[in-house]
T-cell receptor, first 110, second 115 residues
Framework: DAKTTQPTSMDCAEGRAANLPCNHS???????VYWYRQIHSQGPQYIIH???NNETNEMASLIITEDRKSSTLILPHATLRDTAVYYC???????????FGPGTRLSVLP | ETGVTQTPRHLVMGMTNKKSLKCEQH?????MYWYKQSAKKPLELMFV???????ENNSVPSRFSPECPNSSHLFLHLHTLQPEDSALYLC??????????????FGPGTRLLVL
């Protein structure tokens, strides 16, 4: 499975866009990029996933570079409730089993 | 509310006790998972079930015994645990265990304390 690298922590001002980067330089053609977040002591929450194209849903946008070696999760208007640990995960070939790393701790500041 | 429920939400047990964790999913999924999250550590996959059959055991000690009677229910039976087994135990489900429909949805977890 491809390994991901994320910054340990980031801050973002409330109401501004939060841009969370993820490097996955060893990703292969059939591997998906998934993003989850975990608010303190709760179960991880699915945010978004993609293969090659950029994706958008009601929570966030996912921008994947053309070479697929990195991606960015964008929360367009961060709120205090977006404070959480964000995990970028590259699934195995054919999408099986997730490997969670330490993630990025995002703090949204008032 | 993700459609995955776990009971109990909190559990305190002694090292000689036997207890069970329960997970139920209301999403019509075919794959279910147990994860362990120790303090300040990433989630660790423990077991995977696909159509009620165990497809992965991630070198988990035998004092943890999973059971999957049907695609909607998953149990984790606990016996003779150690204090280092204290952790948040998370259940997840997905429509399929591989491929484009393998997005996992997590329950709220059971916080376990072993004394």
């Amino acid at each position: 499975d491809a390994k991901t690298t994320q910054p340990t922590s980031m801050d973002c001002a409330e109401g501004r866009a939060a841009n969370l980067p993820c490097n996955h330089s060893t990703i292969s053609g059939n591997e998906y990029v998934y993003w989850y977040r975990q608010i303190h002591s709760q179960g991880p929450q699915y945010i978004i996933h993609g293969l090659k194209n950029n994706e958008t849903n009601e929570m966030a946008s996912l921008i994947i570079t053309e070479d697929r070696k990195s991606s960015t999760l964008i929360l367009p208007h961060a709120t205090l409730r977006d404070t959480a640990v964000y995990y970028c995960i590259v699934t195995g070939n054919y999408g099986q089993n997730f490997v969670f790393g330490p993630g990025t701790r995002l703090s949204v500041l008032p | 509310e993700t459609g995955v429920t776990q009971t109990p939400r909190h559990l305190v047990m002694g090292m000689t006790n036997k207890k069970s964790l329960k997970c139920e999913q209301h999403l019509g999924h075919n794959a279910m998972y147990w994860y362990k999250q120790s303090a300040k550590k990433p989630l660790e996959l423990m077991f995977v079930y696909n159509f009620k059959e165990q497809t992965e055991n991630n070198s988990v000690p035998s004092r943890f015994s999973p059971e999957c009677p049907n695609s909607s229910h998953l149990f984790l039976h606990l016996h003779t645990l150690q204090p280092e087994d204290s952790a948040l135990y998370l259940c997840a489900s997905s429509q399929e265990s591989a491929g484009p429909r393998s997005t996992q949805y997590f329950g709220p977890g059971t916080r376990l304390l072993v004394l």
